[in-house]
């Protein structure tokens, strides 16, 4: 199996675990699109130091995460693999910004490397909740009650096709390399045969939605996804939102870390 | 609307970037009737099928369905009169199950929601496809996605059926299932194919197109008894064409079991 096939049945398998029956598929979408929203916005709002006084919003992953029986290796492996992008981003900090800020006996530690730590505490804990909320409601729901919440039709669908179609093109993209792979006489891949083919995929992927639109259109299509299952906004998800809300309120008002270590300390 | 007829005259198409796909095409096919489109690659025949259900409109001539001229204006009356089987069924499947993606054309109709539902189950059990309901499409063998993009039209219980390639990339016993299926229905049937052997089975009239004009217009068994024609449009009879009919029937049958 190519890499390009195992990393899709990877995806796949994320998507399949909505499909359960579990305490967190029953919340509607929206009360947990509203409540992923809300974590996004009290992690990024912490300062760029922050690294004690995230820990604690590591609960919402993890809840959510047992609420809806998501299994842990599956998430850690999608994380890992868009760690890159998080380590791109903050690699540069301890070179740019060295002033000591931590000093434990002779080791000192350059602000730089602990503003790094918090770019990838934050994306662990951010990304993770947005793996988890699909894990547990699945992309349609998902983008269904984006609509719902005011997001425009037109980034919803596209969203919902991107992820439809990315097998399909995905499934493509493998053919392709394995056609060329069986013609390479054990060679690897040189960086010129990646032009021709991400422009072959790219023409491909172009024709592929014009027949999907036609597709669509001859159903009567005219903008609007419409979906077969109506949501029903009940008191639980009213509880959900509010009691997650007032959580990360507590949390961005007391630096739980801090005052624990106080308490602990002024106890002895 | 009458659904009586489809009828083209002196329908002629050429693509943005000048080539010409149709020209002149006249053809007129009745109620009931089960009628093939063949030809080679590049004949036309996709192009005219895309004619019949507004999704292309006429650069000159004309296309009518009933009384209704086929344009922009009449799309949507035309669309639940013409249901259209795409050849590449995963073009026609993306919801996240086989049940949404039926319900998604009687949801565009603005039908209520329980009435949807009951479409989309009576059209998957017509197409003996009740047991996939909760799958996802991309779960399904090329003969089930096939069956159920054929549910997904007809759940908008259209007159008319449009089938591009049905039979195209399935398995032998895949593909006698569709034919079975497609021989059961009272629909007007109108099926662009190279497998000309689906076309002796379903069809009593076959259209023969070459560089988007019709070559030949008659009956399976004039059709393919004619070694000139074939030629010409680069196309090969089936096996024991020029049988009779019930011959042709009684041999497939022999075939199935």
Same mark, same amino acid.
Not at chain 1, 172 to 179: D, K, N
Not at chain 2, 29 to 54: D, P, Q, R, Y
């Given at each position: ?268 | ?116 539902? %009951?479409? $989309?189950? @009576? !059209?998957?059990?017509?197409?003996? *496809? #009740?047991?996939?309901?909760? =799958? ?102 089936? %096996?024991? $064409?020029? @049988? !009779?009919?019930?011959?042709?029937? *009684? #041999?497939?049958?022999?075939? =199935?079991?």
């Amino acid at each position: 199996m190519s890499r390009i096939d195992a990393a899709l049945r990877e995806l796949r398998s994320l998507e399949a675990l909505a499909a359960r029956d579990t305490p967190l598929a029953r919340v509607d979408p929206r009360a947990k699109v509203l409540v992923t929203m809300a974590f996004i916005v009290t992690v990024v709002s912490f300062d760029r130091y922050s690294i004690a006084a995230l820990l604690p919003l590591a609960l919402f992953p993890m809840a959510l995460a047992a609420l809806g029986d998501v299994p842990a290796a599956p998430l850690a492996r999608k994380l890992l693999a868009a760690a890159p992008f998080a380590l791109f981003v903050g690699i540069f900090n301890p070179l740019l910004d060295r002033a000591p800020m931590l000093v434990y006996g002779d080791l000192a530690i350059a602000a730089g490397w602990v503003s790094f730590a918090s770019i990838l505490l934050r994306f662990a804990l951010t990304v993770g909740a947005a793996l988890v909320l699909v894990a547990a409601t699945g992309m349609h729901p998902l983008c269904a009650a984006l609509g719902r919440l005011g997001v425009p039709q037109v980034f919803t669908v596209q969203l919902l096709f991107l992820f439809r179609y990315a097998f399909v093109l995905g499934a493509e993209a493998s053919r392709m390399t394995v056609a060329r792979e069986l013609r390479s006489c054990g060679r690897g891949m040189a960086l010129a045969a990646y032009g021709p083919l991400l422009g072959h995929l790219l023409l491909r992927a172009f024709e592929r939605a014009q027949r999907i639109h036609l597709a669509m259109l001859a159903r009567g299509f005219d903008g609007e996804l419409r979906s077969l299952w109506a949501m029903r906004w009940q008191g639980r998800d009213t509880l959900f939102v509010l009691a997650w809300c007032a959580y990360f309120v507590l949390v961005r008002a007391i630096d739980m870390p801090l005052a624990a270590g106080r308490l602990l300390l002024g106890a002895a | 609307m009458s659904h009586h007829l489809v009828e083209t005259r002196d329908l002629s198409f050429a693509y943005p970037d000048g080539t010409p796909a149709l020209r002149g095409i006249n053809c007129r096919f009745v109620h009931g009737e089960a009628v093939a489109i063949v030809g080679a690659n590049g004949a036309g025949k996709s192009t005219l099928l895309l004619h019949f259900n507004g999704l292309l409109l006429a650069q000159s001539g004309e296309v009518r369905i009933g009384e209704l001229p086929v344009t922009a204006g009449t799309r949507a009356q035309i669309q639940r009169t013409v249901g259209y089987v795409f050849q590449d069924s995963d073009d026609q499947l993306f919801m996240p199950t086989v049940e949404e993606d039926v319900a998604f054309g009687p949801l565009n109709m603005g039908l209520p929601s329980v009435e949807v539902k %009951a479409r $989309a189950r @009576a !059209a998957l059990e017509r197409v003996g *496809a #009740a047991h996939l309901a909760t =799958r996802a499409p991309y779960r399904l063998s090329g003969g089930e996605k096939r069956a159920v993009a054929i549910a997904g039209v007809m759940a908008m219980l259209p007159s008319i059926l449009v089938l591009d390639e049905p039979s195209a990339g399935l398995d032998p016993a895949a593909r006698w299932r569709l034919i079975e299926l497609l021989r059961s229905f009272t629909h007007t049937r109108i099926v662009a194919t190279h497998d000309l052997e689906l076309v002796r089975e379903l069809c009593s009239r076959v259209l023969v197109l070459h560089e988007g004009r019709v070559e030949a217009d008659g009956t399976p068994r004039e059709v393919f008894a004619d070694a000139a024609l074939l030629a010409r449009c680069h196309l090969a009879a089936p %096996a024991s $064409a020029v @049988a !009779a009919p019930c011959d042709a029937a *009684a #041999a497939a049958q022999q075939q =199935r079991t």
